[in-house]
């Protein structure tokens, strides 16, 4: 019998009350301190995908880390306050022994055939997973390890060595680790995936901290599929740093130069 992925065991959630699931962290994504958010989203997105009364796929997804979390049990409230023909949008809660610890807004939607475009550009010659080596990994918190990173630009510093740089920007291939087929769920924890862009900016060690997550589906199921499990293009930047603040975009990329989602975050640092 196959054991089932780290990231499934992270997002098994079980319904104890209408609008309301369980949930607990997990020792596969802990961080330095808590549980990694990616894998916070994706049980918070998760509790949505599983209410009956969900209609179509997920479009946007808006984290707020209201507190830390701690590591343990969480309950989840999920329920549609609007639910329009093709649209549906959705507060969510997670709540712990001392409160609320995060809340999200969601919206589903039934997509439709309509025109297309993109106007983003997938970094160009970019070699291929195969020729970039994987991000080495001992010694660094649990999260990780669940991650295959392969750097082209913009790598997590081996050390911190303090040495400033012109800019924050970082092109990986990236998937899951064990191999695992990419889905809603995946995708949203990849989008957290990308590493403060402080570290990358300052190259020096700083209390930082997710406020506020967004991200948004530019796949759809039928296109995720094709993903399966092969690594994604990721793109990740700064945009401002000031007063303790500063927010980083990024975007993930299927292999065939589809983008899958965008995402922007805002995160508290402190030096």
Same mark, same amino acid.
């Given at each position: 019998?196959?054991?089932?992925?780290?990231?499934?065991?992270?997002?098994?959630?079980?319904?104890?009350?209408?609008?309301?699931?369980?949930?607990?962290?997990?020792?596969?994504?802990?961080?330095?301190?808590?549980?990694?958010?990616?894998?916070?989203?994706?049980?918070?997105?998760?509790?949505?995908?599983?209410? =009956? &009364? #969900?209609?179509?796929?997920?479009?946007? /997804?808006?984290?707020?880390?209201?507190?830390?979390?701690?590591?343990?049990? @969480? %309950?989840?409230?999920?329920?549609?306050?609007?639910?329009?023909?093709?649209?549906?949008?959705?507060?969510?809660?997670?709540?712990?022994?001392?409160?609320?610890?995060?809340?999200?807004?969601?919206?589903?939607?039934?997509?439709?055939?309509?025109?297309?475009?993109?106007?983003?550009?997938?970094?160009?010659?970019?070699?291929?997973?195969?020729?970039?080596?994987?991000?080495?990994?001992?010694?660094?918190?649990?999260?990780?390890?669940?991650?295959?990173?392969?750097?082209?630009?913009?790598?997590?510093?081996?050390?911190?060595?303090?040495?400033?740089?012109?800019?924050?920007?970082?092109?990986?291939?990236?998937?899951?680790? =064990? &191999? #695992?087929?990419?889905?809603?769920?995946? /995708?949203?924890?990849?989008?957290?995936?990308?590493?403060?862009?402080?570290? @990358? %900016?300052?190259?020096?060690?700083?209390?930082?901290?997710?406020?506020?997550?967004?991200?948004?589906?530019?796949?759809?199921?039928?296109?995720?599929?094709?993903?399966?499990?092969?690594?994604?293009?990721?793109?990740?930047?700064?945009?401002?740093?000031?007063?303790?603040?500063?927010?980083?975009?990024?975007?993930?990329?299927?292999?065939?130069?589809?983008?899958?989602?965008?995402?922007?975050?805002?995160?508290?640092?402190?030096?």
């Amino acid at each position: 019998m196959m054991s089932m992925h780290p990231l499934d065991e992270a997002i098994d959630l079980h319904t104890i009350a209408p609008h309301e699931f369980t949930g607990a962290t997990h020792p596969a994504y802990a961080n330095m301190v808590g549980p990694f958010g990616g894998t916070t989203s994706a049980q918070l997105l998760q509790s949505a995908m599983l209410h =009956p &009364e #969900r209609l179509g796929e997920p479009v946007a /997804l808006t984290v707020n880390f209201a507190a830390p979390v701690a590591d343990g049990m @969480i %309950r989840f409230l999920a329920r549609p306050v609007r639910t329009n023909r093709s649209t549906q949008h959705w507060i969510i809660e997670a709540h712990q022994t001392e409160g609320v610890v995060a809340t999200a807004t969601a919206v589903f939607a039934v997509r439709r055939e309509t025109w297309s475009d993109v106007e983003a550009v997938m970094p160009a010659h970019v070699p291929a997973p195969d020729a970039v080596p994987r991000m080495p990994v001992k010694g660094m918190p649990a999260w990780p390890q669940r991650y295959d990173m392969r750097f082209v630009e913009g790598a997590f510093p081996a050390a911190f060595d303090e040495q400033e740089q012109a800019h924050s920007r970082s092109t990986l291939w990236v998937r899951d680790e =064990p &191999e #695992r087929a990419m889905d809603f769920a995946s /995708l949203v924890a990849i989008s957290d995936s990308f590493f403060p862009r402080i570290y @990358i %900016r300052r190259r020096r060690r700083a209390l930082i901290g997710t406020v506020s997550l967004t991200t948004y589906f530019h796949a759809d199921s039928a296109l995720l599929a094709q993903v399966g499990t092969r690594h994604v293009l990721g793109v990740a930047k700064a945009l401002n740093y000031r007063h303790g603040y500063f927010d980083q975009t990024g975007e993930l990329w299927s292999p065939e130069g589809q983008l899958l989602a965008s995402t922007h975050q805002l995160v508290y640092f402190k030096d």
